[in-house]
């Protein structure tokens, strides 16, 4: 007789925190709002977690906070407790149990990961430049020889770190490229095919945007909570960053990387625009700035610390100049935005 | 000196030396493993204290969104070694050097460690090592982060940051002394009578530590002299203008470091392994499976450092390999949370200050570990990789669990350490407050992260200032808790109930001999003659005698037996 009522407790028990960790898991309301492509599927799979570890954390600390009551040592009870020193079914069910939820949890990330792009970064290099300087190098090889070194340092500059094209856009061009750099205390971004520099980050939406990463001074790292994306930007190696922003806006950009004293000011803004007003944006600035000049003016929260930043125009014109040699020639974007 | 010979002396000798130290003993290059475990302890605890200033300067700072109360290189400098300090001078020296030191040669039945005079060279490289960080502070300071990624750190403050690379080459060296020494120790010293069965936890655990320390501390003490090469000697290893790559040194410095994090956590695991059975009153609950975990832990753990490099420079199989690698470790850390629970269950559990902080560690780390999890998948760590969401994380990890951890040993084995016991009113006023101080630190730290605020910066966007102010206020209480502390352990010290030689009624060896023990440990060495954690097993034998006399049934006044069927 006495067991039943223990069931029916532990079932009871079980349904609520099933159905608390459900509506923690849903309704936990700790994200920012989405605003990219890749930012649903982050939200999803953390929000799987937050159920799992809800549930777990119900769980082990009911238990802890049931036993640490009811097991009380009562004054004067100087006795032991229960001799009960294993329970094999029970060991291997509390090892098998997380062991399974770690595997599901680790594959589906993995798919996540996929489908965010996260296994194809240097996708558009492999075909097109890249593809282009290593037929190059293996043509001026001598025949037979055995060396690898000119395939080697053909691929040199190929990016094979970031996040890559996603699996909807595998192969094809990016829509927008622009090229990325991190300095103390402050980001610079350059269109490379529109001749157009400038201190914000300006993207259509609906758009697959690339975003190559570099950085030159210290390591930065390129955020946008709003898109659930960052990769640093290191100095010495390409990054890439490739997304699509979903919804029109106004997201802050943040250096997530120690960079210095003044890393905390290190912030500016991504403008993601309809296609109409990023065209006309471009050609705004294009007209306005002609192909070789700067629309570079610097974040306000970094001009308040402008004296300690070191950014002058001796400086700008040293990173467009680096950016510009950096920058192949070959490098042909479909333009179709319209 | 061998335990051979030393059991070969007669023990009728009277013995040479007096049978306590004095005081001026603990200053000195004493031998003895106990007055080398307390001087761990309490230089630990100092560095803890200037550590914990530091943070209370850098939580005032970030009160406001503007960098108003400190210049940011100095907050810079402040962040970049309160981590360094809490974790080299604070948690590891006072987790293994400390309770390990003091516990190990005790629990193993041995008159002292294997090197005795390695022991003490490895406590004495410590109080350089905080000079040098304290020191740093004339040449302002190393400011690139307790990581110093390159090339931050070989262009900021130089000398400083070459003062800083030296203090942790000494506490790496110093890990490596006494890892070679506990090895040795259990593994040759502990008593014959003991059986591989009958050791201690605790030196389960201890021996794994040393294993890691041993296998990955040479790699971090490689990178960082590349390191101070690059800065000091024109060398190109990490400058990524002549030729170097900086994320072969995030390689290096991650493959001590993140096993560094199980190296402050395991002699933790430890404790609990030894606290909860004895003040629950009962058999620790899968001692095998605690033990091995210890060792699974210490495997796996050398194969998960890239996940701090999911944003950075690593190529995708690689974040692959690692997710899997990372969340596997959950499962050995599972399995012994869950033990430590099922020992509470059907316990008689004295509700003193060392089981408080236990099951606050338990609490504390069961949030951590579960927000560990969510880190070793590539797609939630790259939004919130080095935000507060991780500052969150490893707090209560690290603060949650390692300073938990070492407050439970601190009551725990205080009687056996000093002959005296600690106040329970001023113990759990002390817990209480750092319950309530940990977690409105850093509870809001999830949520701060995971909506934008990157972490290591003096100045943020005023959205997040309400959420600061709470962390802030948590931060203050924290600071607050210490005293009742400090005033307990002061206090008791010299005035303190005198606690006789086993207050808790422990079964491990180190309750045998008297409180504080004699220099040598033991008049006679003891003899084992039943496991650490043999709770009520008067009780078990009783009632399997009467099971084999009789057929099994209950009896009105065992039934409390039944519940058993329940686990």
Same mark, same amino acid.
């Not at chain 2, 591989?196 to 030196?203: A, G, I, M, N, S």
């Given at each position: ?5 223990? %069931? ?37 799979? #953390? ?8 549930? +777990? #954390? ?31 079914? +029970? ?34 290099? %492999? ?25 080697? +340092? ?13 699996? =909807? ?25 529109? $001749? ?9 939406? $609906?758009?697959?945007?690339? +975003?190559?990463?570099?950085? %030159?001074?210290?390591?930065? %790292? ?56 990023? =065209? ?59 | ?87 080299? &001078? ?65 262009? *900021? ?144 753990? &050398? ?7 999911? *944003? ?51 609490? @504390? ?11 070793? *998948? ?61 977690? &409105?630190?850093? &509870? ?14 003096? @100045? ?21 808790? !210490? ?35 004699? !220099? ?19 009780? /078990?034998?009783? @009632?399997? /005698? ?22």
């Amino acid at each position: 007789m006495e067991q039943i009522p223990a %069931s029916i407790w532990t079932l009871t028990a079980g349904v609520v925190v099933t159905l608390i960790s459900f509506w923690v898991g849903q309704n936990h309301g700790l994200f920012p709002e989405q605003a990219s492509e890749q930012a649903p599927l982050v939200d999803n799979l #953390f929000d799987i977690m937050m159920t799992i570890a809800t549930a +777990l #954390f119900l769980v082990v600390q009911g238990a802890i906070i049931y036993f640490v009551v009811r097991y009380r040592r009562r004054k004067g009870d100087e006795g032991d407790g229960i001799p009960v020193d294993g329970n094999l079914p +029970l060991e291997a069910f509390w090892t098998a149990i997380p062991a399974a939820i770690v595997i599901f949890l680790g594959i589906y990330s993995v798919d996540i990961f996929l489908r965010m792009g996260g296994l194809n970064p240097g996708d558009h290099t %492999s075909h097109t430049m890249g593809h282009k300087q290593g037929v190059a190098v293996v043509a001026q090889a001598p025949q037979g020889t055995t060396s690898d070194v000119p395939m080697l +340092l053909a691929a040199k500059g190929d990016i094979d770190v970031g996040i890559g094209a996603s699996p =909807d856009v595998l192969g094809q061009q990016p829509d927008v490229a622009v090229k990325v750099t991190g300095m103390q205390y402050a980001w610079i971004f350059n269109y490379p095919n529109y $001749g157009i520099t400038a201190g914000e980050l300006h993207i259509p939406v $609906g758009k697959d945007v690339q +975003l190559d990463l570099n950085a %030159s001074d210290v390591i930065h %790292s390129f955020w946008v909570p709003q898109f659930r994306l960052k990769q640093d930007a290191i100095p010495g190696i390409t990054t890439e960053l490739r997304f699509k922003a979903t919804k029109p806006g106004t997201y802050p950009v943040v250096c997530a990387e120690l960079c210095g004293g003044y890393h905390g000011a290190m912030r500016t803004r991504v403008i993601a625009h309809t296609p109409e007003e990023f =065209d006309e944006w471009l050609s705004q600035n294009q007209v306005a700035s002609g192909p070789e000049s700067t629309d570079f003016t610097p974040p306000s929260l970094v001009a308040a610390h402008l004296d300690a930043t070191g950014i002058n125009p001796q400086l700008l014109a040293q990173v467009q100049n680096e950016q510009a040699e950096a920058m192949p020639n070959d490098r042909h974007h479909h333009h179709s935005m319209h | 000196m061998a335990q051979a010979q030393l059991l070969d002396k007669p023990f009728q000798e009277p013995p040479e030396h007096p049978k306590a130290w004095k005081w001026y003993d603990y200053f000195t290059f004493n031998v003895d493993h106990k007055v080398i475990g307390i001087q761990y302890l309490v230089t630990a605890f100092i560095f803890y204290l200037i550590g914990g200033l530091m943070a209370v300067a850098m939580r005032t700072e970030l009160a406001t969104a503007e960098s108003d109360f400190i210049d940011p290189n100095l907050y810079n400098a402040f962040l970049t070694n309160h981590g360094t300090i809490m974790i080299f &001078l604070w948690i590891v020296p006072a987790a293994i050097g400390g309770f390990g030191n003091y516990l190990v040669p005790l629990m193993v039945g041995a008159r002292d460690m294997a090197f005795p005079r390695l022991n003490a060279l490895a406590f004495w490289l410590n109080p350089p090592a905080g000079a040098l960080l304290l020191g740093s502070f004339f040449f302002g300071g190393a400011q690139a982060g307790w990581t110093s990624y390159p090339p931050l750190s070989t262009i *900021t403050a130089n000398t400083a940051q070459s003062m800083w690379i030296l203090a942790i080459v000494f506490v790496g060296t110093s890990s490596i002394m006494g890892s070679v020494n506990f090895i040795v120790t259990i593994w040759k010293m502990k008593i014959p009578s003991m059986r591989w069965d009958q050791l201690p936890l605790f030196c389960w655990a201890t021996l794994a530590t040393s294993l890691l320390a041993l296998v990955s501390t040479p790699v971090l003490a490689a990178g960082l002299i590349l390191l101070l090469f690059d800065i000091n000697f024109g060398t190109s290893f990490f400058k990524p203008d002549a030729g170097g790559n900086v994320v072969i040194y995030q390689h290096l410095f991650w493959f001590y470091s993140h096993p560094a994090v199980y190296l402050m956590i395991l002699p933790i695991f430890g404790i609990m392994s030894e606290v909860i059975p004895v003040q629950a009153r009962k058999p620790i609950f899968g001692y095998w499976a605690i033990a091995y975990s210890s060792l699974a832990i210490c495997l796996v753990g &050398l194969f998960v450092w890239v996940h701090h490099m999911f *944003t950075s420079g690593t190529p995708p199989w690689m974040r692959m390999f690692f997710t899997i690698s990372t969340l596997i470790v959950a499962v050995p850390t599972g399995v012994k949370i869950f033990s430590w629970v099922a020992t509470l269950w059907g316990g008689k559990i004295r509700l003193n200050s060392a089981m408080l902080f236990s099951v606050g560690l338990l609490s @504390m780390f069961v949030i951590g570990g579960l927000s560990g999890v969510t880190l070793g *998948t590539p797609p939630v760590d790259i939004h919130v990789h080095d935000t507060y969401y991780v500052v969150a994380h490893f707090h209560y990890v690290l603060f949650g669990g390692s300073v938990f951890g070492l407050y439970a040993g601190i009551y725990h084995w205080f009687p056996k350490m000093t002959g005296r016991m600690l106040n329970e009113p001023l113990g759990i006023t002390h817990f209480v407050l750092t319950l309530i101080g940990t977690n &409105l630190t850093f &509870l809001p730290m999830h949520e701060l992260g995971l909506k934008g605020m990157p972490r290591r910066v003096a @100045m943020y966007d005023p959205q997040f200032e309400a959420v600061n102010v709470i962390c802030t206020i948590g931060a203050f209480v924290l600071a607050f808790s !210490i005293i009742p502390f400090l005033i307990n352990v002061i206090w008791s010290w010299n005035k303190g109930k005198k606690a006789g030689d086993n207050p808790w009624g422990g079964l491990s060896l180190e309750w045998t001999t008297s409180s504080p023990p004699l !220099i040598e440990n033991w008049e006679v060495l003891p003899i084992v003659t039943k496991g650490p954690y043999d709770f009520g097993m008067e009780q /078990r034998a009783v @009632m399997e /005698r009467k099971e084999d006399e009789e057929e099994y049934e209950y009896d009105d006044d065992e039934d409390e037996y039944e519940d058993e069927d329940d686990l």
